[in-house]
């Protein structure tokens, strides 16, 4: 007999709020081979005119991502973004020292936009504060959004772009509290230039929304000061505040891992506080809103980038190839961004292509979708609408880092326009199936439209260009109406779970 039965209660009427489909963004950083071999390929048989990969563009544009943060990352500290436009046979190959690479520049700004439009997505663009400040990047936002009749537009029409770009979302840096990153700074140096640098886009557009660095991690020592101090600095300027994490599974303590999200819970709730405890400091309107611009599993590939030649063109860094348990743990952090999507207003898959990534592709091969893949993509398709307060009752367990940790993970997003209720749902058990009741409460006339479900008895396999369908997603979920008027589900151990109701 099993004890690990869980139930939830949602209510139309309870709500979280609406979800900000940008939530479900990604990432591109010029870093190994997310950009060159992985969008960007001109000798790849499938490569359009322009040298993108269709086959990828096709993977990215089923994901329906919203939003795309690039050209970094640790790589946009070191960057001149003057090396990226113009004439491609003038640009120069520079060393980036961020990930000790050659960046030969075959790629940057405009050729991004117009993959953007390809992808059907829009660009998060980063401005260089570590190497750089508020003039190159005022500069760089007069180039891509200022209309005509200014050197810097006028340089833009002239590269063949008469129309501005209109990027609306801006990065202030990245990562700015980490040791790793060039020109990294205190916060109070790093909160005094992104105030300078916020203050002066806004004056050359002032249409910009603008994300301030937050804390690299939870694991910084100055982390969560740094946040109090930046804003403090900079609250007036400034819309967002980053948060970044990745988890790893390093001692094969799979339970641990799985409840990695509940400190990605934590940090959210955190920084909200210092977002809030700002706020009324400054007797201030505006809210400011999360960004978690850097999130997933990222550790597969730490000790085989050690072994990598320094000072070649697009080596392969930071591949991780990611086996069924990373993809419940991307699961988990989904729903932990969805539990706050009052306040959590963007977040990025880091990253897209190759680089710690739901696609992966051969250099003239084939691209295929890796087990993250999978949960992305649902919560992306069927997680837009009003995510609904989960009152979940769940069995708990004690992890190495966590006490009480339920088995389920869950949340419900409510889609009125499609009259969907789609229900998000990790178990977390390891060993047993987990009997699920949900309570719909004020919704009436409820039918399962399908309960996806992802599951393996192999929590290590994993997709592979010779083996890309070992890990997939089926339909075949039990989830059912009762006469009661509920639903109940048996959701299989150690699963990913996806249950559509027609309401
Ligand atoms: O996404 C990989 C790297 O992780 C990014 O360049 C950096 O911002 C973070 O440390």
Redesign the pocket.
């Known amino acids: 007999m099993t004890t690990n039965k869980a139930s939830m209660i949602i209510d139309k009427d309870f709500q979280v709020g609406e979800v900000d489909k940008r939530i479900y963004g990604s990432?591109i950083?010029h870093?190994g081979r997310a950009v060159y071999g992985g969008i960007y390929e001109p000798d790849h048989p499938q490569a359009d005119d322009q040298g993108f990969r269709t086959d990828v563009l096709e993977l990215v544009k089923a994901l329906d991502v919203p939003i795309v943060r690039y050209p970094?990352?640790?790589?946009v500290s070191g960057y001149n973004w003057e090396d990226g436009v113009g004439p491609k046979e003038l640009r120069p190959r520079k060393l980036d020292l961020?990930w000790r690479t050659v960046e030969p520049n075959w790629v940057g700004l405009n050729e991004f936009m117009d993959w953007c439009k390809k992808a059907g997505t829009e660009p998060m663009m980063a401005v260089n504060l570590g190497t750089r400040g508020p003039d190159e990047a005022r500069n760089l936002l007069e180039y891509a959004n200022h209309t005509s009749g200014s050197y810097w537009s006028d340089l833009r029409i002239s590269h063949g772009y008469k129309e501005p770009h209109k990027i609306k979302t801006w990065c202030l840096g990245?990562?700015m509290d980490?040791p790793?990153q060039m020109g990294s700074k205190t916060a109070y140096e790093y909160g005094r230039i992104a105030n300078e640098t916020a203050k002066m886009m806004r004056w050359t557009d002032p249409t910009v929304e603008l994300v301030a660095c937050g804390s690299?991690s939870i694991h910084m020592k100055t982390y969560p000061e740094w946040e109090a101090t930046v804003l403090d600095l900079a609250y007036e300027n400034v819309d967002y505040l980053s948060l970044?994490q990745?988890y790893g599974n390093p001692k094969g303590d799979t339970a641990n891992f799985l409840a990695q999200s509940l400190g990605m819970d934590s940090f959210i709730n955190t920084i909200i506080s210092v977002c809030d405890y700002t706020q009324a400091k400054k007797r201030g309107k505006k809210k400011i809103n999360l960004s978690f611009d850097?999130w997933n599993v990222?550790f597969h590939s730490h000790e085989q980038d050690k072994k990598l030649e320094p000072w070649t063109i697009a080596p392969p860094q930071?591949e991780d190839i990611y086996n069924h348990e990373d993809a419940l743990v991307v699961g988990c952090m989904l729903i932990s961004l969805l539990k706050r999507a009052d306040r959590v207003k963007m977040a990025c898959l880091?990253?897209l292509v190759n680089?710690?990534a739901p696609i992966m592709t051969e250099n003239g091969g084939a691209a295929w979708k890796q087990t993250i893949y999978y949960p992305y993509m649902h919560a992306s398709l069927y997680g837009r609408g009003t995510v609904l307060v989960p009152l979940v009752k769940s069995p708990k367990y004690d992890s190495a880092d966590f006490t009480d940790v339920p088995y389920l993970e869950a949340v419900a997003v409510h889609n009125e326009e499609l009259g969907e209720v789609t229900i998000f749902a990790v178990n977390r058990h390891l060993e047993e199936p987990m009997p699920f009741e949900l309570d719909l409460r004020s919704f009436a006339n409820c039918s399962v439209i399908e309960h996806i479900v992802q599951e393996n008895d192999d929590l290590k396999a994993v997709n592979t260009a010779a083996e890309p369908n070992r890990v997939t997603p089926h339909k075949g979920g039990n989830a059912a109406v009762t006469d009661g008027g509920k639903i109940e589900a048996s959701l299989p151990k150690a699963s990913w779970n996806v249950i559509r109701v027609k309401v």
């Open positions: 990432f950083e870093l970094g990352g640790n790589f961020a990245n990562e980490g790793w690299s970044h990745y850097e990222w930071l880091a990253q680089v710690i």
